[in-house]
């Protein structure tokens, strides 16, 4: 029997465990990479039956540009044939797609096809999807207070954590409620640091490839449980 559980507004996974679930089956980890694939599908398809309004997923860090080039390559063909593939089903499924990072460094033929794929969807009201690529929690803080002291250099005055949070790539964005690690990695690997402070963590050992609707649905049941009091007294 379902519970009646408390359905998170914005839920981010760190999908975690590709290489390992590729090599334990004696293949290249691109073949990892593949599989993921499917789990992101099963995920976008859940997040949309219970009603979560925002799915983040940490599919490319700034530090991942520093894995073998056929690996990389690899990653961005998948990003590319997920957009180009997925957008129709977005735009069923009142979809929002969104990508978050430093696009200086992805190729000009994946930035046009993200930005098509995001003005397309812009109107879609059912659920964000959000895919960070080439991100960094720290790469995200530095840019916006570089940005805020470009738009204020004549001046300058003490700023609240509000205004570094609009200046965040993330703005506008509820800050996750729940995040979950795959793989059993227990860390947070300089992802949203800023946006993460009073987020649930919830890791599980099962590697990203094999993550599927009933997993999603015990982190959502272990958040549920979780008693959110954000430093104050109940
Ligand atoms: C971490 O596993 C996973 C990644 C760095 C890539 C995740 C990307 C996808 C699943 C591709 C599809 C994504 C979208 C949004 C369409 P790892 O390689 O670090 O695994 P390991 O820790 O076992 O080596």
Redesign the pocket.
């Known amino acids: 029997m379902e519970l009646d559980i408390k359905v998170p507004q914005h839920v981010t996974i760190i999908?975690?465990?590709?290489?390992?679930?590729a090599k334990m089956r004696g293949e290249e980890?691109l073949f990892?990479?593949k599989a993921?694939?499917d789990?992101?599908r099963a995920c976008v398809e859940y997040a949309v039956e219970k009603g979560i309004r925002y799915l983040s997923?940490f599919?490319?860090s700034e530090e991942?540009w520093e894995r073998p080039a056929a690996e990389v390559e690899g990653?961005m063909q998948?990003?590319l044939k997920?957009i180009l593939e997925e957008t129709p089903l977005f735009q069923k499924n009142g979809i929002r797609f969104r990508v978050i990072g430093d696009f200086s460094r992805l190729s000009d033929k994946l930035k046009c096809e993200i930005d098509e794929c995001m003005k397309l969807t812009e109107q879609n009201g059912v659920l964000d999807l959000i895919?960070f690529l080439s991100y960094s929690g720290k790469w995200d803080i530095l840019q916006a207070v570089n940005r805020y002291i470009a738009d204020n250099k004549d001046d300058l005055r003490p700023i609240t954590a509000d205004t570094i949070s609009s200046y965040l790539s993330t703005a506008g964005i509820p800050d996750p409620d729940l995040l979950v690690r795959t793989?059993g990695e227990q860390r947070i690997s300089n992802y949203m640091l800023w946006q993460t402070a009073y987020t649930e963590y919830y890791f599980t050992e099962v590697?990203?490839p094999d993550f599927r609707k009933p997993h999603f649905q015990a982190a959502i049941e272990a958040f549920s449980r979780r008693d959110r009091r954000f430093g104050k007294v109940k």
């Open positions: 999908m975690d465990g590709n290489g390992r679930w980890r990892g990479h993921g694939t789990s992101v997923l599919a490319f991942n990653l998948l990003m997920a895919v793989s590697l990203w």
